[in-house]
């Protein structure tokens, strides 16, 4: 079930029972809002109803034992390809998604579909296609296949090509509200309760996907740690070294990535709840800081020495604090 994106699935399911399809749908909106978990729905919905038996459910809901939902669960659905950032041989996720995956759509495309008509394709996310990668795309976008549906989820719709962006119909994912992440937390955590569970909410600032990363880094303590350095400043360097030595071993690879992910956003919302020169500070520092969690991981830096580098960022946002950028 998809839940707090109910105007995106009425949408949707409304041009599914009309058969008043787009070819290509663009999901957009924040990070770990339920894009991704959409498109799966979607797609099991029309694959599943244009295969056979009919389903009686409202929306996008497919049971799970039905025949087309277990061949997309298993991976092996011959009319579904979905396209992500690949897994590095060295290790990690690869930059982009490159040229070559969005070429071997073709060996799909090429075919008459197995199940049904239809046939469907996600990428997630679009955002992340390299250049040449996007114009292969639009190839197949100008001049799509009978009955193929495309999904592309972007985060950065702004960023796209425009002329991807008009071949596609926009589906707009807001962020979650408070109802909607309890329930979804208490899914995952269900002994989270209380203040833990209303922490995580609020951490998680709309973005089931954040909040969940969060809880299984276990990152609520270190993002309340960088809070207090943001609002107290770190006149004696303590904190910052603190996290730094949490963060720096080669164990904390995952946390210390999700930790240059949370600083910016944390600054952001800092921001806004500012006025005058303490926010002029706080951009500052919001700028500085997407500029060293982007350098960073390209360059290979040092993990604890990035960590101090960001509590001094934080620190100069605070009142007071003899820490200040350099204009």
């Known amino acids: 079930m998809i839940i707090g994106q109910d105007k995106a699935v009425e949408a949707f399911a409304n041009a599914w029972s009309g058969r008043r399809m787009h070819h290509a749908w663009l999901l957009a909106g924040p990070k770990g809002v339920g894009k991704a978990s959409f498109a799966r729905a979607a797609v099991t ?12 459910l409202a929306g996008l809901e497919t049971p799970a034992d039905h025949p087309t939902a277990k061949l997309l669960a298993a991976g092996s659905h011959p009319d579904f390809r979905w396209l992500e950032r690949q897994e590095r041989p060295t290790g990690g996720l690869a930059r982009n998604i490159s040229v070559d995956q969005v070429r071997s759509l073709g060996d799909l495309l090429a075919v008459t579909p ?9 990428i997630d996310a679009v955002d992340d296609l390299e250049a040449s990668a996007a114009n292969a795309l639009l190839k197949m976008l100008e001049e799509p296949p009978a009955n193929t549906l495309f999904f592309l989820v972007s985060h950065a719709p702004g960023r796209l090509l425009p002329t991807i962006r ?7 994912f807001e962020k979650l509200g408070d109802d909607a992440m309890t329930s979804l937390l208490t899914r995952s955590y269900p002994d989270k309760i209380g203040t833990e569970l209303a922490r995580l909410v609020e951490f998680g600032n709309g973005s089931i996907g954040r909040a969940l990363d969060i809880a299984a880094l276990d990152l609520a303590s270190l993002e309340g740690e960088a809070l207090v350095i943001l609002r107290q400043g770190d006149p004696d360097n303590s904190r910052r070294s603190k996290l730094a030595s949490v963060l720096g071993p080669k164990g904390s690879a995952d946390r210390y990535s999700a930790f240059l992910e949370l600083v910016p956003g944390l600054i952001a919302t800092e921001a806004l709840n500012l006025q005058g020169e303490a926010r002029g500070r706080a951009l500052d520092a919001y700028a500085k800081a997407r500029e060293t969690v982007a350098i960073a991981p390209r360059l290979s830096l040092d993990p604890a020495a990035t960590v101090f580098q960001l509590g001094t960022i934080l620190a100069s946002v605070a009142p007071n604090s003899p820490s200040r950028l350099p204009r």
């Open 45 to 56: 919905r029309v694959l599943a109803e244009a295969a056979g038996p009919t389903i009686g």
């Open 166 to 172: 008009s071949r596609c119909r926009r589906l707009d």
């Open 114 to 122: 197995s199940m049904s008509i239809w046939r469907a394709i996600v």
